[in-house]
């Protein structure tokens, strides 16, 4: 579900330092020189990136994206790493890692509905047990899915009969140039373990909408997907 951002045409290794160098001068958040990407997967498999990083929140992430793109560095986006597999030779440029962002907002809390946006670095099994919280009906059927919600999403992640596009408002991407989109679920092709985002673009958060149901039964669900 990831994909490779090439940017402009490669420039050479110079011209590669100088992206990581001003990166790593200019971020708030952390970044890593030939870190294995074994260790950033759950398949545990994988050689070392040229350069890992890990923007604190989406204002880092496109101060990252413009840097890379400016000076001809191809990027990938990552988040929890699930079901992913990278060569035993690495990557062969940016990694962005997405798990600092993680911020949660309760956008609407009535009676009969509860309302989040999440940024892409939370985790889904972290989204669920906040849904139950507040008594969401069906989320808990999600339980067990490992991933961030950025990867969830672009695989259209489900279990038991519902799918995150059942549960998605809108998603907030950013393109290689930094432009925010929204785009509301209705105007996405998705079907099943698929999410056609536009091309070419990140997303950096997205807001789920459930009804609320007994507790009971919440509790119910949530033991017979565990």
Same mark, same amino acid.
């Given at each position: 579900?990831?994909?490779?951002?090439?940017?402009?045409?490669?420039?050479?290794?110079?011209?590669?330092? !100088?992206?990581?160098?001003?990166?790593?001068? =200019?971020?708030?958040?952390? =970044?890593?020189?030939?870190?294995?990407?074994?260790?950033?997967?759950?398949?545990?498999?994988?050689?070392?990136?040229?350069?890992?990083?890990?923007?604190?929140?989406?204002?880092?992430?496109?101060?990252? #994206?413009?840097?890379?793109?400016? +000076?001809?560095?191809?990027?990938?986006?990552?988040?929890?790493?699930?079901?992913?597999?990278? &060569?035993?030779?690495?990557?062969?440029?940016?990694?962005?890692?997405? &798990? +600092?962002?993680? +911020?949660?907002?309760?956008?609407?809390? =009535?009676?009969?509905?509860?309302?989040?946006?999440?940024?892409?670095?939370?985790?889904?099994?972290? #989204?669920?047990?906040?849904?139950?919280?507040?008594?969401?009906?069906?989320?808990?059927?999600?339980?067990?899915?490992?991933?961030?919600?950025?990867?969830?999403?672009?695989?259209?992640?489900?279990?038991?009969?519902?799918?995150? &596009?059942?549960?998605?408002?809108?998603?907030?991407?950013? %393109?290689?140039?930094? !432009? !925010?989109?929204?785009?509301?679920?209705? %105007?996405? %092709?998705?079907?099943?373990?698929?999410?056609?985002?536009? +091309?070419? =673009?990140?997303?950096?958060?997205?807001?789920?909408?459930?009804? !609320?149901?007994?507790?009971?039964?919440?509790?119910?669900?949530?033991?017979?997907?565990?």
């Amino acid at each position: 579900c990831s994909q490779i951002f090439s940017g402009l045409p490669v420039l050479g290794t110079y011209e590669q330092n !100088k992206a990581y160098r001003l990166i790593e001068n =200019t971020l708030k958040g952390k =970044t890593l020189r030939d870190y294995p990407l074994s260790r950033m997967t759950t398949f545990r498999i994988g050689g070392p990136a040229d350069l890992v990083v890990m923007p604190s929140d989406e204002s880092d992430l496109c101060a990252v #994206i413009n840097i890379l793109g400016e +000076h001809g560095v191809r990027f990938m986006p990552l988040g929890a790493g699930s079901n992913l597999l990278f &060569s035993d030779e690495g990557f062969k440029g940016a990694i962005i890692s997405l &798990s +600092h962002m993680k +911020h949660i907002e309760i956008i609407e809390n =009535t009676k009969s509905r509860i309302k989040m946006k999440m940024a892409a670095g939370a985790s889904l099994p972290g #989204i669920i047990r906040k849904f139950a919280q507040f008594s969401a009906l069906r989320v808990s059927r999600l339980w067990g899915i490992p991933g961030q919600i950025g990867g969830s999403i672009a695989c259209n992640a489900g279990a038991m009969g519902i799918n995150l &596009s059942d549960l998605i408002c809108e998603i907030e991407l950013l %393109d290689e140039k930094c !432009k !925010k989109i929204v785009s509301k679920i209705r %105007d996405l %092709d998705y079907g099943y373990r698929t999410m056609r985002l536009p +091309h070419g =673009t990140i997303v950096t958060s997205a807001t789920f909408s459930a009804l !609320k149901g007994d507790p009971k039964e919440i509790e119910i669900e949530l033991e017979s997907a565990r």
